[in-house]
């Protein structure tokens, strides 16, 4: 089974700021890789899929990239909607998901 | 218009069954991977099996954690997926939520609640 290492769990920030979130794949993907936003009490939501490919609607302060065995989720500067969790997933031999990063106001 | 819901959530007792639904429109079926993916309360996602397209035969692959207790079936004249969960544990406890593959992209249901309580 491939094994998604997800880092960091939690980041502190202020709007206006850059996070990058990262994900770390036991064995290559290939480009079959997307990125999820959840807020409480709701379903995830398709940020980012194919490793880069931005989900129509999203905004451009979203992207993804990497290759391989280790890809990275961008969200430059941060608004207010945007604290939340988020989750990288892997779809290509099964489907494995990143423990998660919780991305919080300082 | 791709979607996806899910239905048939429920309380039951440990050692219950339960079946979830999955319908899905705006795409050809038979063409298309379908997975069930859960979240329990508080926690992370976890994928817990795939049905795969006619074109590979209809495989049905399940999560360690699942196998042999869960059984996932495809009913192409109705657009549905099902997940049938036997011998349910509370630790089973989550939201379950439904996911059709096209194109290398996941559509995602809004899920159905799954409690296992005595």
């Known amino acids: 089974d491939i094994q998604m290492t997800q880092f960091p769990s939690t980041v502190s920030t202020f709007v206006g700021d850059r996070v990058t979130i990262t994900c770390r794949a036991s064995?290559?993907?290939?480009?079959?890789l997307a990125w999820y936003q959840q807020k409480p009490g709701k379903a995830p939501k398709v940020l980012i899929y194919k490793v880069s490919t931005l989900e129509s609607g999203v905004p451009s302060r979203f992207s993804g990239g990497g290759s391989g065995t280790e890809f990275t989720l961008t969200i430059s500067n941060l608004q207010p909607e945007d604290f939340a969790t988020y989750y990288c997933q892997q779809y290509n031999d099964y489907s494995t998901f990143g423990q998660g990063t919780e991305v919080e106001i300082k | 218009e791709v979607q996806v819901v899910e239905s048939g959530g429920d309380l039951v007792q440990p050692g219950g069954s339960l079946r979830l639904s999955c319908a899905a429109s705006g795409f050809i079926f038979s063409d298309h991977y379908m997975d069930w993916v859960r979240q329990a309360p508080g926690k992370g996602l976890e994928w817990v099996g795939r049905s795969t397209n006619r074109g590979t035969g209809y495989i049905k692959l399940y999560a360690a954690s699942v196998k042999g207790r869960f059984t996932i079936s495809r009913d192409e004249s109705k657009n549905s997926v099902y997940l049938q969960m036997n011998s349910l544990k509370t630790e089973d406890t989550a939201a379950y939520y439904c996911?059709?593959?096209?194109?290398?992209?996941?559509?995602w249901g809004q899920g159905t609640l799954v409690t296992v309580s005595s």
């Open positions: 064995q290559n993907v290939g480009p079959w």
């Open positions: 996911i059709s593959w096209l194109y290398g992209r996941g559509y």
